[in-house]
């Protein structure tokens, strides 16, 4: 079911394991190029939005096909253990990095489940490369998954996680989001930017 070998399968029949019949969709033609970045979604992203000051502030480029490549330091603002990444905080990046591939198929969605596997202790100060990709999508269901390398592109795994997303219509956002920010991120182009480009009703 994937193309990148490299990422570690987990195995299984977790929910976030696509089923025999997930296809794997076209990239949407308005998707950004592979090699070029796919903005954040919203300035006060904790982890992909520049207005933040303890933000992870992921950058992440789109890759060939269902794929994306993302990185990030690990700052004292991020730490758990002295001198270690809060587990919890690289989780929220893999969230981040994962729901991320919701913009290659240009269809909003929302992380249902989201499984991660911490494999090696990540210091503060180093860089955290992922990798992640679509690796099947069923009826509303996105199936995806990652790993998080130290250092470089191939540098030894640190973490492998696996998400499945849940497609909605964009009114999720604009229903449940508290009003007043709802009403700054209409005029946030970022936002906007990103808004024109979704499939708003699947
Ligand atoms: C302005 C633009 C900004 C765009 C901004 C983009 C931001 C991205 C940010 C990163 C991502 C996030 O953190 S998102 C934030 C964290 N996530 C959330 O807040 C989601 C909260 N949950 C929900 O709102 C809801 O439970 C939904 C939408 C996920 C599902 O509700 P629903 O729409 O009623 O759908 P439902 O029928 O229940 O489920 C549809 C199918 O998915 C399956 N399913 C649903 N949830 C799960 C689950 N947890 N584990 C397994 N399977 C599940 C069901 O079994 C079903 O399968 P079948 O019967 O069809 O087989």
Sequence with gaps: MTSDAAIPSRGGLLPTTPPA???????????PA?????????????????????????????????????SFTVSEHHQGAPGLAHGGLLTAAFDDALGSLN??????????RLETDFRRPVP??????????????????????????????????????????????????????????VAKAREDRAVRRSVENLEVNP
């Excluded at 019949?21 to 998707?31: G, T, Y």
């Excluded at 860089?127 to 470089?152: D, M």
């Excluded at 592109?153 to 989001?177: C, K, M, R």
């Design 103 to 112: 913009w290659l198929l240009s269809a909003p969605a929302v992380t249902g």
């Design 124 to 181: 503060v100060g180093s860089t955290l490369h992922i990798r992640a990709e679509v690796v099947g999508v069923k009826g509303r269901k996105v199936f995806t998954k990652a790993v998080g390398r130290l250092g470089s592109a191939d540098g030894p795994v640190a973490l492998t996680a696996a998400a499945l997303f849940i497609q909605v219509p964009i009114e999720h956002f604009t229903s449940n989001g508290r009003p007043e920010d």
């Design 21 to 31: 019949d997930a296809v794997l969709p076209e990239r949407n033609p308005n998707a």
């Design 34 to 70: 592979p090699g070029q970045p796919i903005p954040s979604h919203y300035t006060r992203c904790f982890v992909c939005g520049d207005d933040h000051d303890a933000g992870l502030r992921l950058e992440v480029i789109a890759g060939e096909g269902l794929s994306l490549t993302g």
